[in-house]
C-alpha cells in the first residue's frame, strides 16, 4: 500500500469538473514537499501534469489545475473530455522513509 | 526531439541480475540540473522509485532496494543503467527510466519528474 492514498475510480460526463484526491501525512506533504501529478495511458509514457502542487508544464492544458492544503492535495479537471480518459498519480517526498513516494493512482472515466 | 527508451530482457530467472539500459535522445545526460533515474510499477501496486544518478556520479538509491541496486552512467553514449541482484517474483514490473528535475539547481520543474520512457515489462520466472 502507498503513503498516499488516492481515490481508485473517479467518472464524470463530457463537460463535467471531476477532482482526484491525494492523502498524505506530516512525514511527505504536510511536511511542505511540493506534491507532482502524473497522467498515464497504460503502455505509453507517463505525462507530468502538475508541478509544484499547482504548476502547469509548458503544453498542459489549464483545465487541469493542482491544489494543496494541510496533508492533502487535489488534482481538478475541467470541462472533461474523452482523452483525458486515463491513470492519474500523485508524488511526492517522504522524509520519514527518505524515499520518493507516489499514490496509488486514480482511474478516470469518461461515461 | 527528447526522448527516453528503455531496454533489456523481458524475461529473468529467479535469483539473476535484471539489467536495463535507457537511451537519452535529444538531451544530454551531462546536467546537474536532473538526476537521471528508474521507476517501476508491479501489477496492482503503486509506482516504486528505485534510483536516480546525475552526471557528477553522485547516486540516490530507495533505502528499501539500495542493497541489490546499482545505478550508473555512460555519458558517452548517453545512456544509465540499472542492475538489480537476486531478483524474485516480486521483482517483476514494469521499469520507466525517468528524468527528475532538481529545484535547487534551478529545474523548472522543481523536482518532478518530468520526462519517462514508456516502460518495460520484466518478469522474474524460471
Known amino acids: 500500500q502507498s503513503v498516499l492514498t488516492q481515490t481508485p475510480s473517479v467518472s464524470g460526463t463530457p463537460g463535467q469538473r471531476v477532482s482526484i484526491s491525494c492523502t498524505g501525512s506530516?512525514?511527505?506533504?504536510?511536511?511542505?514537499?511540493?506534491v507532482h501529478w502524473y497522467q498515464h495511458l497504460p503502455g505509453t509514457a507517463p505525462k507530468l501534469l502538475i508541478f509544484?502542487?499547482?504548476n502547469r508544464p509548458s503544453g498542459v492544458s489549464d483545465r487541469f489545475s493542482g491544489s494543496q492544503s494541510g496533508t492533502s492535495a487535489s488534482l481538478a479537471i475541467t470541462g472533461l473530455r474523452a482523452e483525458d480518459e486515463a491513470d492519474y498519480y500523485c508524488?511526492?517526498?517522504?522524509?520519514?522513509?527518505?524515499?520518493?513516494?507516489f499514490g496509488g493512482g486514480t482511474k478516470v472515466t469518461v461515461l | 526531439q527528447l526522448q527516453l527508451q528503455e531496454s533489456g530482457p523481458g524475461l529473468v530467472r529467479p535469483s539473476a541480475t535484471l539489467s536495463l539500459t535507457c537511451t537519452v535522445s535529444?538531451?544530454?545526460?551531462?546536467?546537474?540540473?536532473?538526476?537521471w533515474s528508474w521507476i517501476r510499477q508491479a501489477p496492482g501496486k503503486p509506482m516504486e522509485f528505485i534510483a536516480s544518478?546525475?552526471?557528477?556520479?553522485?547516486?540516490f538509491y530507495s533505502p528499501s532496494l539500495q542493497s541489490r541496486v546499482t545505478i550508473s552512467a555512460d555519458m558517452s553514449k548517453n545512456q544509465f543503467s540499472l542492475k538489480l541482484s537476486s531478483v524474485t517474483a516480486t521483482d517483476s514490473a514494469v521499469y520507466y527510466c525517468?528524468?527528475?528535475?532538481?529545484?535547487?539547481?534551478?529545474?523548472?520543474?522543481?523536482?518532478?519528474?518530468?520526462?519517462w520512457g514508456q516502460g518495460t515489462l520484466v518478469t522474474v520466472s524460471s
Open positions: 525517468a528524468r527528475r528535475g532538481i529545484a535547487a539547481a534551478g529545474s523548472p520543474v522543481f523536482d518532478a519528474f518530468d520526462l
Open positions: 535529444g538531451v544530454s545526460l551531462n546536467t546537474e540540473t536532473y538526476y
Open positions: 544518478i546525475l552526471s557528477t556520479g553522485s547516486t
Open positions: 506530516t512525514s511527505n506533504i504536510g511536511a511542505g514537499y511540493d
Open positions: 509544484g502542487n499547482t
Open positions: 508524488q511526492t517526498y517522504d522524509i520519514s522513509l527518505r524515499d520518493w513516494v
